[in-house]
């Protein structure tokens, strides 16, 4: 059924996100801090760009955004001119941004309040997964929010799962992240090594990649890895922002992270050698780069 929707932060996974909305039929109105990109957008789907989220959300069924962090979701979110200003008291609002499960709990309290519903939806799939229409989005919020939402959402998900309350969506992301960084900093360390030891990485791969240590991150970087190039992908800037998130959490919740905040200090490290805008497979760039240092 076709739907009013509005779609706030057309970065590199907004953009085609609020592409396959329009693709599959639905009414799109959207806003980007820069309005050049919104009106590319505009022109490319046949939507509307909107000069203030609060107009982009005005009369909107259902209201996504995907920005860069807290502060970014509260910038497009709060005050006269954000979502929550603009939204009817029987939209939805769903944030796609990974940010702390605390601000979703918050935005749940404040859209409550004027009859919005909330749902923290953080994805993981990457640039690739949102243009293919293929990302996994994990949800926190009421079983009757997602129940309305859900099939709007996979118009670009392959797994949409409520995982419980406001705030369960991101803390599982942040589940995601933590698994993520230990899985590329073995791989880096395990490529680094049949390197060191003479092997044909590709060779080594191609056999284990058959067994145990099989991962999607071997499958699709295993290649740009041993070629030094990273350029495919989530960004270690970000990548930090979300350990971070981790981190922060873990103090409260008090877990135990201690492989998530090596790998944090080792991309601060692949950002000392001016990789902040490389992929998270460049680990293994720093552990090259410090055997050239012995050498």
């Not at 005005?58 to 502060?71: L, T």
């Not at 692949?270 to 805008?277: F, H, N």
């Amino acid at each position: 059924m076709t739907q009013k929707v509005a779609f706030i932060g057309l970065g590199v996974m907004g953009y085609p996100m609020a592409g396959h909305l329009a693709r599959v039929g639905h009414e799109v109105a959207v806003y980007n801090r820069t309005s050049a990109k919104a009106k590319a957008w505009a022109s490319e789907f046949g939507g509307q760009a909107a000069l203030t989220p609060a107009k982009a959300a005005y009369g909107a069924e259902f209201i996504f955004a995907c920005v860069g962090n807290d502060d970014d979701v509260r910038d497009v979110a709060l005050g006269a001119d954000g979502i929550l200003a603009g939204a009817a008291s029987s939209a939805i609002f769903v944030d796609h941004t990974t940010a702390s499960a605390g601000l979703a709990r918050e935005l749940e309290t404040l859209a409550t309040k004027q009859g919005v519903g909330f749902l923290d939806a953080p994805v993981s799939g990457g640039q690739a997964g949102a243009e293919n229409g293929a990302l996994t989005v994990m949800v926190g919020g009421s079983e009757q929010s997602f129940a309305r939402a859900a099939p709007v959402i996979e118009a670009y998900a392959k797994m949409c799962k409520l995982l419980g309350p406001a705030g369960s969506g991101q803390l599982t992301k942040m589940v995601n992240q933590i698994c993520i960084a230990g899985i590329v900093q073995g791989l880096s360390e395990g490529l680094h090594f049949a390197k060191a030891a003479g092997l044909d990485g590709a060779a080594v791969v191609d056999v284990i990649s058959k067994g145990a240590a099989q991962s999607w991150q071997m499958e699709n970087r295993f290649e740009t890895m041993l070629a030094g190039d990273f350029e495919h992908g989530f960004a270690v800037d970000w990548m930090r922002k979300d350990l971070a998130i981790c981190l922060d959490e873990a103090s409260r919740n008090g877990a135990l992270l201690p492989m998530a905040a090596q790998v944090d200090q080792f991309y601060a490290e692949v950002q000392a050698l001016g990789g902040s805008r490389w992929d998270t497979s460049s680990l293994i760039a720093r552990l090259d780069a410090m055997t050239k240092d012995k050498s």
